[in-house]
């Protein structure tokens, strides 16, 4: 691929440069282009709501592979931040909790439902058997639906932080649905990395918005079939077992 600027960092779809005052996030070779589209207009939507997002420019293709190109924000990630300041971890996660609030009380519709892409997911994975399967769709179908504005991977690593203004990034997986299945998410990602991080947030969140914490660990065996689509072995066995909690 020709130069496009800095390379600064990568997720499991793409990988992110920076180019001036831009930042180029190019996507996997063989990306669909509904996805990326997708992930530029949700990004748009959220910044004419005025909530604090890289605004995006345009939609480009770079040597046959999608790309988004939208403002670079200054600063760093609040997992590197919390990673630095661990003394500040449960201030770390009152601002991200704030904030994961605050997204999720917004009325706004978007084209998928979280409901709607859980029943494709488990309808479709390879990992269960057929008799799982028909127990996760019978609890899904007994779970809210939901119309809150799920981002669909809030976690510390998709927010970042320029001086005191905090940014959130990654759009793409953002649907309408289930706030607990979204707070259920973010748990989940926390606590592939840090489970004392992961039962803070948890509670934090709990505190805040006054909900059953049984109502969103409900959503941890429909979340993890999910998560196992996206193939990371290094969190398959902690997976299963969430799963084998039905």
């Known amino acids: 691929m020709r130069e496009i600027g ?23 070779p063989g990306c669909d282009k509904t996805s990326v589209f997708y992930e530029a207009t ?37 997992g ?41 997911k488990i309808e479709n994975s390879n990992f269960i058997d057929e008799l799982t399967k028909n127990k996760l769709l019978a609890k899904l179908n007994n779970l809210p639906r939901g119309s809150g504005l799920c981002h669909g991977d809030f976690n510390p690593f998709n927010i970042m932080k320029d001086k005191n203004e905090y940014f959130v990034i990654n759009w793409i997986k953002a649907a309408n649905g289930s706030q607990e299945a979204d707070a259920c998410k973010t748990y989940m990602s926390l606590n592939f990395v840090d489970e004392e991080m992961a039962d803070l947030y948890l509670d934090i969140y709990l505190n805040k918005c006054k909900k059953c914490k049984q109502d969103i660990l409900e959503w941890l065996p429909i979340l993890a079939v999910a998560i196992l689509d996206e193939g990371k072995e290094e969190n398959k066995e902690k997976l299963l077992s969430w799963i084998n909690t039905l």
Do not use: T
């Open 80 to 120: 590197e931040c919390i990673k630095q300041d661990r003394e500040n971890l449960a201030s770390y996660l009152e601002i991200m909790v704030d904030l994961q609030i605050f997204i999720q009380q917004i009325k706004v519709h978007l084209s998928f439902n979280l409901h709607d892409s859980l029943k494709e």
């Open 6 to 28: 800095k390379f600064i960092g990568r997720d499991n779809q793409s990988k992110v440069y920076k180019n001036k005052e831009y930042a180029i996030k190019v996507f996997n």
């Open 42 to 78: 949700v990004a748009s939507l959220m910044e004419e709501i005025g909530l604090p997002v890289a605004k995006i420019h345009e939609v480009i293709k770079i040597e046959n592979q999608w790309a988004i190109k939208m403002d670079y924000i200054e600063g760093m990630d609040l």
